[in-house]
């Protein structure tokens, strides 16, 4: 295939882009172009032909970004938590095509949506290659992580209930099912954790209740002390249904308890440290189950949950990027 025959047919990509409505439609077009720009690399055809299919490749990413995020988030039912999208062949039981319908992956959805979010000057300069594309991402996350942690609620609190966004490391894109963190939600590092002004929430005498892997418990304690708590006991989650781990496998977390002040529980109620509850199929969801022991040994108090993922229950102040008032 000669140079010009890839560049015409980058440029009707390019025009069908331009009239594209759909998800299906941007992600034929991200494919073509991603094909194009890998056939130009090993043909060795020209730095113009591999730019201009980069640029599209690009650009198609950035569009089905735009789509994604302006779609609805299933919460579950007859799509099982999935987001359903207009575009694509559905099948008879599923007339809603999902991003699995379309074979976007989750980590190829939340690029997309990053890339959608960049500036557009920025978004620019990754296309002319003045600027790496995951530097130009790192860079946003960075600011929107600041924009975050700056509107933390003025108000203090007894109860502070914590699922901090650890970051792992490491990517796990090769195990069906066991895809990382940083594929379902942003992550935070230990020292953007640790930096988060979480004194400032807690009242002189409070409690926290944080939720850890054992994987990260040397950083699971920094933060914990970052936040100005002492650490004093934890809870073990049994999730019944076992995930993939290195050495065992991993069917456990726990819930840290640190006090700041008083924090001796207002009833005594000795609850089982092990807590047997089947986890469900959405990732990092904890169950309710936890929260209700919260509240039956601090019955008052004003109560605060840090990375809420939903609407805030009753009684209780939420934050977070996915947080919703109730």
Partial sequence: MSTDLVIAR????????????????????????????????????????????????????????????????????????????????????????????????????????????LPEETFEAVKAGEVKVNEALRGKRREDLKERTAALPPDRYRIVYADPPWAYGDERTGLQGYTAAETHYPTMKLPELCALDVRSLAADDSVLFMWATFPLLPDALDVM????????????????????????????????????????????????????????AKHSEKPEEFRAIIDSLYPTGNRIELFRRGVAPAGWTVWGNEAVAA
């Fill in 10 to 117: 980058l440029s009707t990509a390019r025009n069908a882009l331009v009239e594209a409505k759909t998800a299906a439609e941007v992600k034929a077009v991200m494919d073509a172009a991603a094909a194009a720009e890998t056939f130009a690399k090993r043909q060795k055809l020209s730095e113009e032909t591999i730019h201009y299919a980069t640029a599209l490749k690009l650009d198609a990413e950035r569009k089905l970004g735009e789509i994604l995020r302006e779609a609805p988030k299933a919460t579950g039912g007859e799509h099982g938590g999935r987001r359903p999208l207009d575009g694509a062949r559905a099948e008879p039981s599923n007339p809603t095509p999902t991003l699995r319908d379309l074979g976007i992956d989750k980590k190829t959805s939340a690029r997309a949506q990053r890339l959608a979010a």
């Fill in 225 to 280: 002390k970052a936040w100005g708590f002492t650490y004093k006991q934890a809870f073990v989650w049994d999730k019944v249904r076992r995930n993939f781990g290195n050495y065992h496998a991993a069917n456990a977390e726990i819930l840290m308890i640190g006090t700041r002040g008083s924090g001796t529980p207002e009833v005594r109620i000795e609850h089982d440290q092990v807590q047997v509850i089947e986890k469900t």
